[in-house]
């Protein structure tokens, strides 16, 4: 079983996934919000037809001193979205805090073209987030 990641913003969803095994993560799309939650529940259902998840993992963006932003309660609706729709997977939060300014280190780093970040940003953060959640998984077992 699988673990999809996902980095939830206003105009677009970033998805990322793991192998069968959990022990990688790929980016595997950006989804278009237009400005409707319906779009990406629609991809979801597709995604999750294709792949066997059991779990969820969204990245929740606290502000920098730890409470709920804004965008954090956004995102909160739509996690609940997700459970009411999808009862039968598991659908965790996580901090996602630094994660799209990660993201954009890595991709300078990369010398990503400035037009292409835009369309990937979002994917990559969503593998930020998918890997944290692993990271942590793996520090609880090991406790």
């Known amino acids: 079983m699988r673990i999809l990641g996902i980095d939830y913003g206003e ?6 996934i793991t192998d069968a095994l959990n022990i990688t993560v790929q980016g595997l799309e950006t989804i278009q919000r237009n400005n409707s939650d319906k779009v990406v529940l629609r991809r979801l259902d597709e995604i999750l037809q294709e792949y066997e998840v059991d779990t969820i993992v969204v990245g929740l963006p606290l502000n920098m001193n730890g409470t709920i932003s804004e965008r954090a309660e956004i995102t909160e609706k739509f996690v609940h ?6 009862n039968q997977i598991k ?4 901090d996602e805090r630094l994660t799209t300014v990660a993201a ?6 990369l010398d990503i073209n400035k037009n292409k970040k835009r369309d ?5 953060s969503a593998v930020y987030i998918l890997e944290t959640y692993l990271n942590k998984l793996k520090n609880t077992l090991k406790k």
């Open 91 to 94: 659908i965790e939060v996580i």
């Open 11 to 16: 105009a677009r969803v970033g998805i990322a």
């Open 81 to 86: 979205k997700l459970k009411c729709k999808y």
């Open 120 to 124: 990937i940003v979002d994917t990559i």
């Open 104 to 109: 954009h280190k890595t991709m300078n780093f």
